[in-house]
């Protein structure tokens, strides 16, 4: 049985209250290991550990954050196959993906704003002989990281990165359906030599520990990436405390598909932008809408290729899907297929659970789902689903697939698939969503902002953003 503790004040220990939480495995359904059961006790004894390193963690400079930052990374790095596997044991997800995927960028989060420490100016404004203004900017102090589990230590790593670059502590809480990862880094941070106290992981529960570091008075500044109703409830306590705050929240993302398109290319990228981490990342497509003299070919072709996705062990090379998070994630995804039927969908393949053999027979499986015949204005089509579930739905002209893209409550993310110059920067502009893709999808530079309109969420992250987040910004004006 594995155990997952807290990191706080530079040690590993048990919750405060001494209750543990069960851990399981996706793809056997079993228990697996016991997860710190922390409380508003252990946020507190965290914050206050997080308050006392707070100056010696910015007397460090520049310099001193990006070498501690990169010797985190660089052990990281060291133990990719581990943190491979725990990823995939925590999550369901094929071990293939989180080595070539999450694990590489968690690292590459780490690098990349230790670095880009370095590189950040501010600016300053001379008023002719009048005054010379600069802008001057502050770490806010202890920052709260709340994350979700779907791609468990990339997004931990993409809130902590940031904020310690930038000179904050950390007080963070990583998914308790997910824990394993964020409880490997602390043990990286302290081969390292992390000072003690300048990061603090506590798992345990969202209505618990979440919401505890989200009242906390003393946590100035909260990023949160995770579901729009929980973001909602955080937001409803953050905002009277006047707090800073960044949430990247749920996606209904749709796929443009026009008659002009590289169709293999496109056809590769958009098995991926469905399927993926069993369709649970937040930047996946999940209504395809297809020119319609596109449309037979695409169906027949995506419905052919979604039927051959392998579906099974997340520990072997060749497997396309392994398990979804947890019992009840799977329960909600089969529920929105029975909508989806009775909003009269039809499912031109998948739709049910997996039962595979052996150790794996009470894993959580899920077949990849395609499903057409519904307007963008039902529940399935504007509801979150998170799952390997995707509708498709031809469009006859530009502006009306524009139009039924934008007709969610949602903005996240949005693909275009043409080869037409102008209506690439046309559709693009019209589309939103906090990011489009033309002929690609998941490409991301860490310099740009990332973010969602709408219901996607508040804040962009990414790049300057980010570490603009964590600071205080000041002008300094002094008379000449
Ligand atoms: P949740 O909103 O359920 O949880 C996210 C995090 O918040 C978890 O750590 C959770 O803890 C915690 N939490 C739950 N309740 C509270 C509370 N009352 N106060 C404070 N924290 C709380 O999301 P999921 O984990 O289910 O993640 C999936 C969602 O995340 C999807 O909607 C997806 O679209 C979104 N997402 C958005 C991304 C973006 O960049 N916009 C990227 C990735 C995912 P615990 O799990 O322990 O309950």
Same mark, same amino acid.
């Given at each position: 049985m594995?155990?997952?503790?807290?990191?706080?004040?530079?040690?590993?220990?048990?919750a405060l209250g001494g209750g543990w939480l069960a851990g399981h495995e996706p793809a056997t359904g079993q228990v697996f290991a016991e997860i710190a059961d922390s409380d508003a006790a252990d946020v507190e004894q965290a914050v206050q550990a997080a308050e006392h390193a707070f100056p010696a963690w910015n007397?460090?400079?520049?310099?001193?954050?990006?070498?501690?930052?990169?010797?985190?990374?660089?052990?990281?790095?060291?133990?990719?196959?581990?943190f491979a596997r725990a990823e995939s044991r925590d999550n369901g997800k094929p071990v293939h993906l989180a080595h070539e995927v999450d694990i590489p960028r968690a690292v590459a989060n780490l690098r990349f704003f230790a670095t880009a420490i370095l590189h950040w100016g501010s600016e300053a404004h001379l008023m002719d002989e009048v005054a010379l203004n600069y802008t001057e900017r502050q770490p806010v102090g202890v920052a709260g990281a709340i994350s979700p589990w779907n791609l468990p230590l990339y997004l931990f790593t993409w809130k902590i990165a940031?904020?310690?670059?930038?000179?904050?502590?950390?007080?963070?809480?990583?998914?308790?359906?997910?824990?394993?990862?964020?409880?490997?880094?602390?043990?990286?941070?302290?081969?390292?030599?992390?000072?003690?106290?300048?990061?603090?992981?506590?798992?345990?529960?969202?209505?618990?520990?979440?919401?505890?570091?989200?009242?906390?008075?003393?946590?100035?500044?909260?990023?949160?990436?995770?579901?729009?109703?929980?973001?909602?409830r955080i937001a409803a306590t953050a905002a009277p405390m006047f707090k800073k705050l960044s949430l990247e929240l749920g996606g209904k993302n749709p796929v443009l598909v026009f008659a002009d398109c590289d169709f293999e290319h496109m056809l590769n990228v958009t098995m991926r932008s469905s399927f993926r981490n069993q369709g649970q990342i937040c930047l996946c497509g999940s209504r395809?809408?297809?020119?319609?003299?596109?449309?037979?070919?695409?169906? %027949?072709?995506? !419905? /052919?290729? =979604?039927? &051959?996705?392998?579906? #099974?062990?997340?520990?072997?090379?060749? *497997?396309?899907? +392994?398990?979804?998070?947890?019992?009840?994630?799977?329960?909600?995804?089969?529920?929105?297929?029975?909508?989806?039927?009775?909003?009269?969908?039809?499912?031109?393949?998948g739709g049910e659970r997996v039962r595979l053999d052996g150790r794996l027979r009470d894993g959580w499986y899920l077949q990849p789902t395609v499903i057409e015949g519904l307007d963008?204005?039902?529940?399935?089509?504007?509801?979150?689903?998170?799952?390997?579930?995707?509708?498709?739905?031809?469009?006859?002209?530009? %502006?009306?697939? !524009? /139009?039924? =893209?934008? &007709?969610?409550?949602? #903005?996240?993310?949005?693909?275009?698939? *043409?080869?037409? +110059?102008?209506?690439?920067?046309?559709?693009?502009?019209?589309?939103?969503?906090?990011?489009?893709?033309?002929?690609?999808?998941?490409?991301?530079?860490?310099?740009?902002?990332?973010?969602?309109?709408?219901?996607?969420?508040?804040?962009?992250?990414?790049g300057v953003e980010a570490l603009r987040f964590f600071t205080e910004t000041k002008n300094v004006c002094i008379r000449l």
């Amino acid at each position: 049985m594995e155990r997952i503790l807290n990191y706080v004040n530079g040690t590993l220990r048990p919750a405060l209250g001494g209750g543990w939480l069960a851990g399981h495995e996706p793809a056997t359904g079993q228990v697996f290991a016991e997860i710190a059961d922390s409380d508003a006790a252990d946020v507190e004894q965290a914050v206050q550990a997080a308050e006392h390193a707070f100056p010696a963690w910015n007397a460090l400079g520049r310099q001193g954050r990006h070498d501690a930052l990169m010797r985190v990374a660089d052990l990281v790095e060291r133990d990719l196959d581990l943190f491979a596997r725990a990823e995939s044991r925590d999550n369901g997800k094929p071990v293939h993906l989180a080595h070539e995927v999450d694990i590489p960028r968690a690292v590459a989060n780490l690098r990349f704003f230790a670095t880009a420490i370095l590189h950040w100016g501010s600016e300053a404004h001379l008023m002719d002989e009048v005054a010379l203004n600069y802008t001057e900017r502050q770490p806010v102090g202890v920052a709260g990281a709340i994350s979700p589990w779907n791609l468990p230590l990339y997004l931990f790593t993409w809130k902590i990165a940031p904020a310690l670059a930038a000179g904050c502590t950390v007080v963070a809480k990583p998914s308790e359906v997910t824990p394993w990862t964020a409880f490997l880094l602390a043990e990286r941070c302290i081969e390292a030599g992390l000072p003690p106290g300048v990061l603090n992981i506590l798992h345990g529960t969202g209505p618990k520990v979440g919401a505890a570091i989200t009242a906390h008075p003393r946590i100035p500044a909260l990023s949160f990436t995770g579901g729009t109703a929980t973001g909602a409830r955080i937001a409803a306590t953050a905002a009277p405390m006047f707090k800073k705050l960044s949430l990247e929240l749920g996606g209904k993302n749709p796929v443009l598909v026009f008659a002009d398109c590289d169709f293999e290319h496109m056809l590769n990228v958009t098995m991926r932008s469905s399927f993926r981490n069993q369709g649970q990342i937040c930047l996946c497509g999940s209504r395809i809408l297809i020119e319609r003299p596109l449309y037979e070919r695409f169906r %027949e072709a995506f !419905v /052919a290729r =979604a039927k &051959a996705l392998r579906v #099974g062990d997340p520990a072997l090379e060749d *497997t396309d899907l +392994g398990a979804v998070v947890s019992e009840a994630h799977m329960e909600k995804v089969l529920g929105h297929i029975a909508l989806a039927k009775q909003e009269g969908g039809r499912v031109l393949c998948g739709g049910e659970r997996v039962r595979l053999d052996g150790r794996l027979r009470d894993g959580w499986y899920l077949q990849p789902t395609v499903i057409e015949g519904l307007d963008q204005q039902c529940r399935t089509n504007q509801e979150e689903i998170f799952g390997p579930v995707v509708t498709l739905q031809p469009f006859d002209r530009e %502006e009306e697939a !524009v /139009a039924q =893209a934008n &007709a969610t409550p949602y #903005g996240l993310a949005s693909v275009v698939w *043409t080869r037409d +110059g102008q209506r690439m920067h046309r559709v693009a502009r019209a589309l939103k969503s906090g990011i489009v893709w033309v002929n690609c999808w998941m490409v991301r530079d860490l310099r740009t902002p990332f973010g969602g309109m709408k219901q996607s969420g508040v804040g962009r992250e990414g790049g300057v953003e980010a570490l603009r987040f964590f600071t205080e910004t000041k002008n300094v004006c002094i008379r000449l």
